[in-house]
């Protein structure tokens, strides 16, 4: 019941080892803040650039949600997305 309920609002998943949970939080629950500090560095860049913080930042967001999404959709690994556009 508890997955079930945690799946309704979105992903949940069980882990078969109590001991898993501390690496799961770490990755879902901190793992935010990387992206976050990804984007600063990308509008940071942008505006050193000459572009303007307001470009820079739609820009950078609209960036890592469609590498998001190629994430979610593809079914491709992140290396083989990465060396397609490198």
């Keep these: 019941l508890g997955l079930r309920l945690l799946r309704a609002v979105g992903t949940a998943i069980a882990v078969p080892q109590e001991k898993l949970l501390d690496p799961v939080t770490g990755l ?26 307001e470009v820079a930042r739609l820009l950078a967001f609209e960036t890592i949600a469609g590498a998001a999404a190629m ?14 556009v490198t």
């Design 28 to 53: 879902s629950g901190s793992g935010p803040a990387y992206v976050y500090r990804f984007a600063e560095g990308l509008i940071a860049g942008g505006v050193a650039a000459g572009l303007s913080a």
């Design 71 to 84: 994430l979610l959709e593809s079914g491709e690994s992140p290396e083989t997305l990465r060396e397609r």
